[in-house]
Antibody, heavy 125, light 106 residues
Framework: QVQLVQSGAEVKKPGASVKVSCKAS????????ISWVRQAPGQGLEWMGW????????NYAQNLQGRVTMTTDTSTSTAYMELRSLTSDDTAVYYC??????????????????WGQGTLVTVSS | DIQMTQSPSSLSASVRDRVTITCRAS??????LNWYQQKRGKAPKLLIY???SLQSAVPSRFSGSGSGTDFTLTISSLQPEDFATYYC?????????FGQGTKVEI
């Protein structure tokens, strides 16, 4: 069965960096892209960006450009998300999600069909 | 960026009620619209993709409709396990924005 297993909770000081991992199993890793989505405490969902697992292409949310880097290691079917220059506003649960796709009539519809369990990142002095 | 606005932000309902949640996009997104359910402390779960297609293993009491800018998620007969927060999300363009969520409470 498809699973995305993320690394454990992190506590970081302001200005530090964090790197969260997402290990995929149960499917061919390079067939589906991976997106990262975060959720601040009591808030909604925010899409952070996407990485193509077959070619490493990335697309980041404008508000995170320059602070975020998404990478993959296809040998271990693992995706990574690194966020730098952390502030308290980055305190959130970070999710990885597989990018599924349905194509019909020449149109392709994307969605997040499998999610990791989430990684809590707390930024506090 | 495309803004997604859900209404209501929260609602109270009883078991076996019919529940409708709406989602409006700030510009036309055809049917590039997904719905997710999130329970407290858990990751979101895909319910509906492409506005009206039911994800595998999702109960048929969930349905989606709409196109362009206006969309609806309907739960035909609310069950105890359906009390959760629901999010719409557009996949028409990046950033892949979400609505603010609708909390369905008892």
């Amino acid at each position: 069965q498809v699973q995305l297993v993320q690394s454990g909770a992190e506590v970081k000081k302001p200005g530090a960096s964090v790197k969260v991992s997402c290990k995929a199993s149960g499917y061919t890793f390079s067939t589906y892209g991976i997106s990262w989505v975060r959720q601040a405490p009591g808030q909604g969902l925010e899409w952070m960006g996407w990485i193509g697992t077959n070619n490493g292409n990335t697309n980041y949310a404008q508000n995170l450009q320059g602070r975020v880097t998404m990478t993959t290691d296809t040998s271990t079917s693992t995706a990574y998300m690194e966020l730098r220059s952390l502030t308290s506003d980055d305190t959130a649960v970070y999710y990885c999600a597989r990018g599924g796709q349905y194509c019909s009539g020449g149109f392709c519809y994307e969605y997040f069909d499998y999610w990791g369990q989430g990684t809590l990142v707390t930024v506090s002095s | 960026d495309i803004q997604m606005t859900q209404s209501p932000s929260s609602l109270s309902a009883s078991v076996r009620d019919r529940v409708t949640i709406t989602c409006r996009a700030s510009q036309s997104i055809s049917t590039y619209l997904n719905w997710y359910q999130q329970k407290r402390g858990k990751a979101p779960k895909l319910l509906i993709y492409a506005a009206s297609s039911l994800q595998s293993a999702v109960p048929s009491r969930f349905s989606g409709s709409g196109s362009g800018t206006d969309f609806t998620l309907t739960i035909s007969s609310l069950q105890p396990e359906d009390f959760a927060t629901y999010y719409c999300q557009q996949s028409y363009s990046t950033p892949k924005t979400f609505g603010q969520g609708t909390k369905v409470e008892i």
